[in-house]
């Protein structure tokens, strides 16, 4: 008889340890639910959770830190490292702007993410501060109840794309869009050619008329960090030189190439000096009025045109620029102009050996 009611005592206790054990695997214990603390207001509206939720079977632990800013996909990733961290159920997390209160209420589990705002004036321990952390942790509270029933408020958050494996290119040129172009070149190392067109106007004393030469004048350059050279063609307007007796039309085309390096280089701004050579050509034809005087016959008469030069450019957009040049070009080989005049040679016009030179252009710099 005594052996039997320690055999019905036994099986009592071992129930009694079945039944709790299996209480236990039923989720009776409490879960943790994290909250980042950034402030002691942060703390303060914690204290407010903490004493509308203490029915539930939930812990809130405060983890103080720094706010979970940026993005809303950098903030949830955020929000699920603190909660892996730490084995959490759930993060909490706060953000105030002025007036307004943004409550986040993130489960990674089920990747819900609760998002509300509140109004909320003054600062902890006012009457309307303390009125409006009721409301949050009102929030709150219906928060957590919803994922202690297994029904997470707020919306899904999608998880994000793959990365895309890249692949590397084969080498080649490298393409540089315009949208990153420099402008003016950032420095000299920026660059290493850059390609300009230039049209504009010229006028020139030749000596052989007191206003000289006027025309128009046309250009390629190439520049490099350290020099530019240009590839530079005139055209000059043609002059009548009449003395009475005689009307000598002459016409005069240059062509030559001119190196420069700059000596002060700005923003917008560039002064180079330099020098060049080229191909001086006078195109003449006479008329005579008397019959004594014989013309001679139309022709082209070369001449070497060399000299330094100097020039100022202004870039007033990306693409455009105005250039101011000045010339010292000295003519080896000009032709001097006169008649013959019953076997005898009558020098008329010779012109200057060295000849000023000024012209201004627009810059084209593709």
Known sequence: MASGVVLIRLGLVAALCLGVEARAE???????????????????????????????????????????????????????????????RAVLWFQRSGSELRVHFAEPGSRHLF???????????????????????????????????????????????????VLEPEPGPVVVP???????????????????????????LDGYTDSGQQGFLIGSGWEFPSARLRLLLSLSLARMLPDGRTDVKLEQYSGGLWLDFPLLETGTLRWGLGAGAGLLLFGRSTESYFPGIQAAK???????????????????????????????????????????????????????????RASLALVLLP
């Open 178 to 204: 315009p949208e990153l172009w420099t402008y003016p070149p950032a420095s000299k190392d920026a660059r290493s050619l850059r390609w300009q067109v230039m049209v504009g106007g010229l006028a020139a």
């Open 26 to 88: 039923d989720g009776g214990g409490a879960w943790l639910a994290v909250a980042r603390i950034a402030s002691a207001e942060d703390g303060a509206l914690l204290e407010r959770v903490r004493g509308q939720s203490s029915d539930l079977p939930v812990e809130l632990r405060a983890m103080p830190g720094p706010s979970l800013e940026g993005p809303p996909q950098a903030q949830w990733r955020s929000a699920v490292a603190l909660a892996d961290a730490h084995q959490a």
């Open 115 to 165: 998002v509300r705002t509140a109004k909320l004036e003054g600062q902890p321990g006012a009457l309307e501060w303390s009125a409006g952390a009721e409301a949050v942790a009102l929030v709150v509270r219906s928060a957590l109840r919803a994922v202690e029933a297994g029904t997470p408020l707020g919306e899904v958050v999608e998880a994000a794309a793959p990365p895309v494996p």
């Open 298 to 356: 139309p022709r082209f008469i070369p001449a070497l045109l060399v000299g330094p030069d100097t020039s100022l450019r202004w870039s007033f957009s990306r693409l455009l620029a105005v250039e101011l040049s000045v010339a010292a070009d000295a003519a080896v080989g000009r032709p001097e102009l006169g008649y013959s005049e019953n076997g005898n040679f009558v020098p008329r016009n010779q012109g200057w050996a060295i000849r000023p």
